[in-house]
Structures are given as C-alpha cells and as structure tokens.
C-alpha cells in the first residue's frame, strides 16, 4: 500500500489547489482551474469495469487502450497553458523513461488545445508518450465521474485489466505516483 511519506505528500499538495476559479486566473494561468491535490484509491475488489478509449493523437495516431490491456496504464489528463501541467511535465518524462521497461504506458488526453498548441508544448517539454487530441470530450466522458473537466491536470492509474486503480486531482508529486504505479505492478492479475 501507499507510504505514509507519499500520503503527506499528496495532501501537503492538496493545500496548494485554488479555492475558487477566480483565485486560479490571477496569474499567467489565467482560465486554469486548479484539481484540489486529492489522492483517491481503489482496491482491486472495488473497482468498475474497463475504462473503454479510442482517440487520435495529434500526429493522426490511432491509440486503443484496450491494446494495452495487460499492462499498467498512466493517463495525464492536461492542457498548455495549464502552470501546474507544465511543472509536472519532467515528472511524467521521467516516470515515461524509467516504467516503459517495466511494462507501464502513459497516455496524455488533451481536451482543450489545438494541433499547433499541443504539439510545441510536447516539443518544449519533450514529451515522449502520445496524447490524444479530445476535442470532443470522448476521453473525458470515457472518465465520467472520475475527471472533472474543470480539474487539470488529472492523472489516473489504470490496472493491468484497463480499471482505475487511483487517481490524482492536481499537479503529481512524482514519489506518490511512483507508488501508486509500483503498488498496481505488484498486483496479480
């Protein structure tokens, strides 16, 4: 289970999120919307069916996550002029380089920016995982109830059966993760 180290971390970030949508556009991020740094969790005996997804990336990539069935999944769910998804960026690069071995994908879903958009903030921040474009919300619905469009960046952890195993509302400490990932490695199927 999940360090208590890694628990204080999430909630130490949890104070760090806006308190209104007014709150969160007073800086370069003006029309962010902070997720409230909550850290949720679900033991296998708990958690709903398979998370169904097809979409496009920017490139005109097809990505099924049903193709990914038998691994562990990331979904970063961001947008480019989101601060905290921009801080967290290095994090992801870094969880992308040391997981992939280890048979864990990541996914990033866009719902908000354009091909153009996308794409230079992946070059800027060298992002090696694919991100689908979501103009039509069809990754945020496949969500429902789990990622509040208003709430970016959000992350969730899928298991090896494509169920969410846990989620992060807000920027991502990298050791929490780190540990919800490991903790979802270590389950037997």
């Given amino acids: 289970m999940l360090t208590a180290a890694a ?3 999430a909630l130490a970030l949890s104070g760090c999120a806006a308190t209104t949508q007014a709150d969160a556009g007073q800086d370069s991020g ?9 850290l949720a969790t679900w033991e296998p005996q708990q958690r709903d069916g398979a998370i169904d ?3 496009q ?4 990539e097809q990505v099924d996550l049903g193709q990914w069935r038998g691994e ?7 947008y480019a002029a989101c601060p905290p998804c921009r801080a967290e960026a290095g994090d992801l690069r870094a969880i992308h380089q040391d997981y992939t071995p280890r048979g864990v994908q990541l996914l990033g879903v866009n719902p908000r920016d354009d091909a ?11 992002v090696p995982y694919p991100s689908i474009h979501d103009q039509g919300a069809v990754a945020v619905a496949a969500f429902q109830g789990l990622v509040p469009l208003q709430a970016m960046p959000t992350t969730v952890v899928l298991d090896r059966q494509g169920r969410v195993a846990a989620r992060i509302m807000g ?3 990298p050791t929490t993760l780190r540990g919800l990932i490991d903790d979802t490695l270590a389950e037997t199927a």
Avoid: H, P
């Fill in 72 to 78: 562990v999944v990331v979904v970063n769910f961001w």
């Fill in 171 to 173: 920027q991502i400490d």
């Fill in 57 to 60: 990336t920017y490139d005109g």
């Fill in 53 to 55: 997804l097809v979409g």
């Fill in 30 to 38: 003006a029309g962010y919307v902070a997720g409230d740094g909550s």
């Fill in 7 to 9: 628990l204080a971390t």
């Fill in 116 to 126: 153009a958009t996308a794409q230079a903030f992946e070059r800027t921040f060298e």
